[in-house]
């Protein structure tokens, strides 16, 4: 594991890279190479494949991963309540503007002709009326939506073209009724819990309740990690403060959301949700389309790599690769792009300095530990930031606050190391706590810090710990120490 270094902001990488596993990473080789370009996190797909192709999947990945020293953590991705049309007798068909087109509830899915198809979500037809527009297709085919006559949506093409099988349908604007969590959901929420998930995601949200309905579910089944909530709807957007403190981190999931509520709008509401999680000491990770054309191409457009750069500039934890690693041609080299963008982003000062909270009150000894140790951070040339945590929660508060000083999670426990692969700027390291004593404590994990090459004697290191050793919360001092000295400062 290549570990930041003390020579300055450039020798390492605050925002986390989650790259989904797929057929292009199962070659053990090209895993290899993705470990190597800098992959924080792996996101299994589970709208695609079998459970047993995904167990596989992550087995190799913490495989691999151990091989070389590192940690890396576990997305496993629900695929919800995916409204699409059914198939066509022919394959496809060719809508042109000003045809009617029926969507047919009572059609069965592999019927669908010119003139009608066959759709997957069986209440579509409660949920419109006359004068709503249907999204087909990511927004190709744009439908009005003329009369509802029980089972059927009688539209007329706005926007055509090729409508192929089993493409999605939004209603601009949202306000579709179907649940977060299907059937299928509730199977998959299982399968999460039996391969020990550090996060799950759940797709389409709409409230709060979504959230802690899954994260119940998960909890009954066995399975400790963190929720993640996809902003994906408009109704999400509009409920995106009640969401935030549901859930442990939220993705900004830009691909349906720019459906319902238009491409234009995207990018302020990313700003936005960037902001509102750090405001409320949650993870966020921004997706969709982040370097869509190294699917096939071996380097990002210049568009894509503002894209990421404007995403770390504003703050999110993470960014993160779908079909660019799952199914592209060049997985190795999109982690590389995204780990050379975010590196040269983070240089810049409003990334590495931060007025976070500082007009705030605390509720707990430990947050406010974790507050006073970013501020001495930022004010002072400290090297390293060594958190001896149970839980993770130190180092998450500390990671809200812009610093260019890296943040050490020493811990023992293994879920915890993995939970903070999606911490910005919070590195992992598996360190056993065999001492009561704090001042042999202090000087083994500094002692951890200089064998990693991290530190080096007489650097500033600050060190964050609980008088009781191995209580989850118990966070309540902070140390200056100098690497190879005798003394605290």
Not at 118 to 126: M, N, V, W
Not at 181 to 194: E, G, N, Q, V, W
Not at 197 to 203: E, F, K, L
Not at 236 to 259: H, K, P, S, T
């Amino acid at each position: 594991m290549r570990f930041p270094g003390t020579q300055g902001v450039n020798l390492f990488r605050r925002t986390k890279i989650v790259a989904t596993l797929g057929p292009a990473t199962d070659d053990p080789k090209v895993l290899d190479k993705l470990i190597e370009a800098g992959l924080d996190v792996v996101r299994v797909n589970l709208s695609h494949d079998r459970h047993e192709v995904h167990l596989r999947r992550v087995e190799a990945a913490r495989d691999r991963a151990k091989a070389y020293g590192r940690e890396v953590g576990v997305l496993a991705d629900l695929q919800g309540p995916k409204i699409r049309t059914g198939k066509f007798i022919d394959g496809a068909v060719q809508l042109q503007e000003g045809d009617n087109f029926i969507l047919d509830a009572n059609l069965p899915l592999e019927a669908g002709t010119k003139e009608r198809v066959g759709i997957t979500y069986k209440a579509l037809p409660q949920d419109l009326t006359r004068g709503s527009t249907l999204l087909l297709d990511d927004g190709r085919i744009v439908l009005w939506v003329e009369k509802i006559d029980v089972s059927l949506v009688i539209c007329r093409v706005v926007v055509g073209g090729v409508l192929s099988n089993n493409k999605g349908i939004n209603r601009q604007g949202g306000g579709l009724s179907a649940n977060a969590l299907t059937d299928k959901d509730r199977i998959d929420i299982k399968f999460a819990a039996s391969i020990k998930a550090d996060y799950m995601a759940i797709s389409f949200v709409r409230t709060a309740d979504d959230v802690n309905e899954a994260r119940s579910l998960l909890r009954a089944a066995g399975g400790h990690g963190g929720i993640i909530a996809k902003m994906e709807r408009a109704e999400a957007v509009e409920n995106a403060q009640a969401i935030v403190d549901a859930a442990d981190a939220i993705m900004v999931a830009r691909g349906d959301l720019a459906v319902e509520i238009g491409d234009a709008a995207v990018p302020p509401i990313q700003k936005r949700l960037i902001r509102l999680a750090r405001m409320r000491n949650k993870v966020v990770i921004t997706a969709t389309q982040m370097l869509e054309s190294m699917i096939e191409s071996a380097i990002p457009t210049r568009a894509e790599v503002s894209d990421v750069a404007n995403a770390v500039l504003d703050g999110t934890d993470a960014v993160m690769l779908s079909a660019e690693t799952a199914t592209g041609k060049h997985p190795a080299a999109a982690v590389a792009a995204m780990d050379r963008v975010c590196r040269v982003a983070e240089q810049e000062r409003e990334v590495i300095r931060s007025d976070h909270r500082m007009d705030r009150t605390f509720g707990r000894v430990d947050e406010a530990i974790a507050m006073a140790t970013m501020y001495t951070a930022n004010h002072l040339d400290v090297k390293a930031i060594a958190a001896l945590t149970e839980s993770g929660s130190t180092p998450l508060w500390m990671s809200r606050i812009s610093s260019g000083v890296p943040i050490y999670a020493l811990t023992s426990h293994v879920e915890t190391r993995r939970k903070v692969t999606l911490y910005r700027g919070v590195y992992p390291i598996a360190f056993e706590i065999t001492t009561s004593d704090h001042a042999t404590l202090n000087r083994e994990a500094m002692d951890e810090l200089r064998r990693l090459g991290t530190v080096r004697d007489g650097d500033l290191v600050i060190i964050t710990k609980g008088d009781l050793t191995g209580v989850m919360g118990g966070t309540n001092a902070m140390k200056i120490a100098i690497v190879g000295g005798q003394r605290e400062v």
